[in-house]
């Protein structure tokens, strides 16, 4: 059974940071592209970042690209998502994905988390 389990997130002002932690389990992990991807009140779930299985490649949307770094750690079955200068903007439920190969289009991702929610004070 594939799980992918959340941690992180909360609330922040704006300027501030925060981690998101994803532990998955049940395959094999250094196979798997890993994905975030947020959904705000209203708004379509959006591409936030993706790595490769290996952790050699990365993308970013336009709207976080040097801001949020997304990185794994293939020995802790982990993958992280590292936001800094966060923004009202960037409130919204955040959501780790996996699947075998990269890509920035949600309905292609096989497995999900269960989601946290990130809010941004102004």
């Known amino acids: 059974q594939v799980q992918l389990v959340q941690s992180g997130g909360g609330l922040v002002q704006t300027g501030g940071s925060l981690r998101l932690s994803c532990a998955v389990s049940g395959l094999t992990f250094g196979w798997y592209a890993l994905g975030w991807f947020r959904q705000a009140p209203g708004k379509e779930r959006e591409f936030v970042a993706a790595i490769t299985g290996n952790g050699r490649s990365t993308n970013y949307a336009d709207s976080v690209n040097g801001r949020f770094t997304i990185s794994r750690d293939n020995a802790k079955n982990t993958v992280y998502l590292q936001m800094n200068s966060l923004k009202p903007e960037d409130t919204a439920v955040y959501y780790c994905?996996?699947?075998?190969?990269?890509?920035?289009?949600?309905?292609?991702?096989?497995?999900w988390g269960q989601g946290t929610q990130v809010t941004v004070s102004s």
């Open positions: 994905a996996a699947r075998l190969r990269i890509s920035y289009q949600a309905d292609e991702y096989d497995y």
